[in-house]
């Protein structure tokens, strides 16, 4: 074996160790007033350890490793086939979806309350993930803090409910408008800004709204958050056991049925099973007008698509603005869907999660960032017997996922175009 290899593979196995050690390996325990360091239990100590011997092995001899990864079968046909014409394309997509909706419409009636809360997270997820999907996968602007236009729509319709008393039917178009104006003021600063930079700015900018949601104590509440937040209601009937406003009705006296704690979960399912759909309608249609055309352009080569005309202000502001709006529509629904939010929802690790989404599914992928959607969200819930290494497990899939298909589950085709070469 190569001599490099040697000294590449101790260094990888030492950072690990250092790195996993002082992580996971050492426990902070409380004691009155102090914080003891302890060592964690043998058992975890040993699988750090085997960690950095698998690490070790692994890069010595890495070549021998991805050439026999190289030869196992791929889960999902190549990407260099030729592509499938777009009408036809488009049209087995349209009807998949229509089966999904179709489904999705009959199946809580079926299953328990927790599955139908957990579907309806993961058509908030679905919402963000299509959102994020115009700014990173379409228009290649890396935007790490996305979280930040999810926050806005929710706190919208908190403060809302909290000071005026506006309903969610009317909070929701608000919400999305202001966190669509929120990310076309976001898009000025950054209009000459890509890669690495781009995601450095828009990072700061989602970390900014979180400290700003945090220290403004006396209009968003602080780190306390904001509670009794209304859930939407059905011509001015109420899902609850009692009438909170007056002048509405309940829904179980209405029809004459017995309270059932589902109607209120199924309703709002529904409603986030709507916009979802109505998400993916609109940026599907964005994504056939020369908007969406531009778009790609502009991910593809700037300079281009500059030297034919677009406009690269308009474009970064309409994509910025048009995924800002559609999390606002998220973050109103999650805001409705929880009944309490706070600073802490809004944090870092959902625009991770939401760009993870949006890279596993396929780039520009609207079936595979749904499909990314599901898996994400509902993968760690199969898995709450190892919730303590369910992130672990997340990274794990993530790598590999990036070794065997890093093009996504279903990543976006066109057809190209070869031109002879003129002689």
Not at 144 to 151: K, N, R, S
Not at 194 to 206: K, S
Not at 281 to 308: H, Q, Y
Not at 360 to 377: D, F, P
Request: aromatic share 12%.
């Amino acid at each position: 074996m190569p001599a490099h290899n040697l000294k590449h593979a101790l260094f990888c196995a030492f950072i690990t160790l250092i790195i996993a050690y002082p992580i996971v390996g050492l426990d902070l325990e409380a004691e009155g007033v102090n914080i003891i360091l302890n060592s964690a239990d043998a058992f975890t100590v040993a699988m750090i350890l085997l960690a950095v011997v698998i690490v070790f092995l692994f890069q010595l001899f890495r070549d021998n490793v991805m050439a026999i990864l190289q030869k196992i079968p791929r889960p999902l046909p190549k990407v260099e086939k030729e592509p499938m014409a777009e009408n036809r394309r488009a049209k087995i997509e349209s009807w998949v979806l229509l089966g999904f909706v179709v489904f999705a419409l009959f199946w809580p009636f079926f299953v328990s309350r927790g599955s139908v809360d957990l579907a309806t997270l993961v058509l908030i997820y679905v919402m963000l993930a299509l959102g994020l999907n115009v700014v990173v996968g379409l228009a290649g602007l890396l935007d790490l803090g996305y979280v930040a236009f999810y926050a806005v729509g929710a706190y919208t319709f908190a403060l809302l409910s909290q000071y005026t008393g506006i309903s969610f039917w009317m909070a929701l178009p608000i919400g999305a408008l202001l966190a669509g104006l929120t990310g076309m003021i976001l898009g000025f600063p950054v209009l000459r800004l890509r890669g690495d930079y781009l995601a450095i700015v828009t990072l700061g900018f989602g970390e900014i709204i979180r400290i700003l949601l945090n220290n403004w104590t006396s209009l968003t509440g602080g780190p306390n958050g904001i509670g009794n937040i209304p859930d939407p209601t059905l011509f001015g009937m109420e899902f609850g056991r009692r009438v909170k406003e007056p002048g509405n009705t309940s829904f179980h006296e209405t029809f004459g049925i017995a309270y059932n704690s589902e109607h209120k979960v199924i309703f709002l399912y529904m409603i986030a099973l709507v916009l979802a759909v109505f998400t993916a309608l609109v940026i599907r249609r964005f994504m056939r007008m020369p908007v969406g055309r531009a778009w790609e352009a502009l991910r593809d080569d700037e300079i281009a698509s500059r030297s034919l005309g677009l406009s690269r202000t308009a474009v970064k502001l309409s994509a910025f603005t048009i995924g800002a709006f559609f999390a606002g529509f998220a973050g109103t629904v999650f805001a409705s869907k929880q009944g309490f939010i706070s600073p802490e929802s809004f944090v870092f690790l959902e625009s991770a999660i939401v760009l993870a989404i949006v890279v596993l599914g396929g780039m520009g992928s609207q079936v595979g960032v749904v499909l990314a959607a599901i898996a994400v969200t509902i993968l760690p819930e199969l898995a709450r017997e190892f919730s303590e290494y369910r992130m672990l497990i997340f990274g794990a899939a993530m790598v590999l996922m990036m070794v065997w298909r890093p093009q996504g589950l279903m990543p976006m085709r066109r057809i190209h175009i070869t031109l002879k070469k003129q002689e």
